[in-house]
């Protein structure tokens, strides 16, 4: 049986991203979906699920949902599925013009930030690690007791836990500042 499926129709445009997740239970179970294809060993349809991200994350950049920050560390650490593990030509396209979105969108901001973990962080390698930032963006009724532990010394016994972006410094207003998501994106399709 032959597929007269053309990559266009793979990837129709017209159909709406599924919707967003909209509890942090709801993030996490989507955030353990994508750190299973980071990793390999997701069984379901991967090459679909970094293409929903891509389709969120352009939807939520155009209008300014909050969310953005998500979408777009998400597709950071899933985007390269469908460029490396598995090539697919018209889906890294659409990852692509995602970032690209965000790059376009959030590339001029200013902030108040010294510095952000964009500027420093080798790409390839710390990605291991974006399941932490994308869950500690997912639940914000954290951040209370997450400030406190980052504020307390005895938490951070060196200096590079302290300042590791992962450690001491790691706040959701620094990781989801429009700059630090512009420079991830800017990274990633560079």
Request: with cysteine; proline share 7%.
């Amino acid at each position: 049986m032959i597929n007269g499926e053309t990559v266009e129709d793979r990837y129709d445009d017209d159909e709406l991203p599924t919707p967003a997740p909209t509890t942090p239970a709801e993030w996490d179970d989507l955030i353990g979906e994508w750190d299973q294809i980071r990793h390999g060993y997701y069984l379901g349809n991967a090459p679909g699920t970094v293409l929903e991200c891509a389709k969120n994350l352009a939807a939520s950049v155009a209008v300014g949902r909050p969310d953005a920050a998500l979408w777009t560390l998400g597709l950071v650490l899933v985007g390269p599925y469908v460029i490396y593990a598995r090539p697919d030509a018209a889906a890294e396209a659409r990852v692509l013009e995602a970032v690209g979105a965000v790059e376009r969108a959030l590339g001029r901001s200013s902030c108040a930030h010294e510095a952000h973990p964009c500027d420093d962080m080798p790409f390839d390698v710390e990605l291991d690690n974006f399941r932490y930032v994308l869950e500690m963006l997912a639940h914000p009724e954290r951040d209370a007791a997450h400030e406190a532990d980052l504020a307390d010394e005895e938490n951070w016994p060196d200096e590079e836990g302290a300042q590791s972006w992962y450690g001491g410094r790691m706040t959701r207003a620094v990781w989801a500042c429009p700059r630090n998501l512009a420079g991830f994106a800017r990274a990633f399709s560079h």
